[in-house]
């Protein structure tokens, strides 16, 4: 029987959810219904659909309920968690409100699909940055024990939503003439985005890390089921439209050497290995952002190294698309999940 699916919010992470439904024919009724702030048509994966504003209503009959509106008190989840569950759907969640929450898993389905029981009703999806990195990471922590994590990531535009890429674009041709007259938003990004480089995403926090910065810290422990690993990161907003970069040192507690992680990063789930900096084509040599529309669906890992400065040490550098694996895939991937245990 077809499920009946809700998806709540229809920007960037909304609409590619409901692309990815489509590509992997996800056994739902189609169209899925859809909502958002306001009652409208929109083009969603090359259809017209009726968007309608969010109420009790759109959760009626739903067995699945993914999110993807914005966070906060004011934003999707917070405000229509009680009803989608009063509604007996099965919620997954794109934003950070719940994702801390010790009776709410935290998944990504190559890492810990076991933290889903069978009486789970609400399922949070990690931040964009914390889901690339778990995935690339999480063999190596199996095999050696991670003790340290110290990331620098080059995060593109749309992950701050429909809004940011917009920025890069109307600033690019302005920039182009004068980078001191570029007019900018300060609600989207702090300073100009046209060719430069921010080092803050979302606000300061504890210690002077920014709250994105904390959630690769406190997601990672969470996912990978394990309080001692240490991180430390810097998030740097890139003028990039779609892709986020992370440059990874790792520490782990049993020494391991490239060509063993090698070995377990070709076998890894979800993991697509750049193996040779040599290669001839430098397409092949590493990833970079815009490899991501060539593999979507894929955690792209190349530049696996050792760190001359630590003999238990290794260096890593990896890519994802921050709007498909980072969110609306790898949500996807947990309804899936689902399907597949009977739990809807
Ligand atoms: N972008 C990424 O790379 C990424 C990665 C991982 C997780 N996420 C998370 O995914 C979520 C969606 O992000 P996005 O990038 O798609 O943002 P976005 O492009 O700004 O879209 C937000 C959507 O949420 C809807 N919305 C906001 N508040 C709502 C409410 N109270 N009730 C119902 N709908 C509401 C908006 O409705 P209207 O269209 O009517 O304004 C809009 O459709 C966020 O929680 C974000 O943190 C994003």
Not at 106 to 125: C, M, Y
Request: a negative charge.
């Amino acid at each position: 029987m077809a499920l009946k699916v809700t998806v709540v919010g229809v920007g960037l992470v909304g609409e590619t959810i409901i692309s990815c439904l489509k590509e992997r024919r996800f056994p739902c009724e189609w169209p899925p219904r859809v909502a958002a702030t306001t009652e409208r048509p929109k083009v969603l994966a090359g259809e017209e659909m009726l968007v309608e504003e969010t109420s009790a209503e759109v959760f009626r009959n739903a067995d699945i309920v993914l999110f993807a509106g914005k966070e906060g008190a004011q934003g999707a989840s917070a405000t229509w968690r009680e009803a989608a569950e009063k509604a007996g759907a099965l919620c997954i969640d794109n934003g950070r409100d719940f994702r801390l929450a010790s009776d709410v898993p935290l998944v990504v389905p190559e890492v810990n699909p076991g933290s889903i029981s069978r009486d789970t009703r609400f399922i949070a999806s990690p931040n964009c940055s914390t889901i690339q990195m778990v995935v690339a990471l999480n063999p190596i922590h199996e095999a050696a024990r991670i003790r340290r994590i110290i990331v620098a990531g080059f995060q593109s535009t749309s992950g701050w939503g429909e809004k940011g890429p917009k920025e890069l674009r109307k600033q690019t041709p302005a920039a182009l003439e004068s980078l001191e007259s570029v007019s900018f938003d300060p609600a989207v990004f702090p300073r100009p985005i046209a060719f430069n480089c921010i080092p803050q995403i979302e606000p300061f926090m504890e210690e002077d890390y920014t709250r994105e910065e904390l959630k690769l810290l406190y997601e990672t422990r969470k996912i990978m089921r394990d309080d001692a690993i240490q991180v430390s990161a810097t998030c740097v907003r890139v003028p990039v439209f779609v892709g986020h970069g992370q440059s990874i040192w790792i520490e782990t507690q049993k020494e391991i050497a490239p060509g063993e992680i090698k070995d377990l990063l070709r076998k890894a789930g979800g993991v697509r290995l750049y193996e040779n900096v040599h290669e001839s084509d430098p397409a092949m040599a590493y990833p970079t952002s815009i490899d991501v529309h060539r593999h979507p669906d894929d955690v792209l890992v190349g530049r696996v190294r050792r760190d001359l400065s630590n003999p238990r040490g290794n260096t890593l550098w990896v890519v994802a698309d921050n709007l498909r694996k980072g969110a609306a895939l790898n949500v996807v991937q947990i309804a899936e999940l689902l399907v597949q245990r009977g739990m809807v």
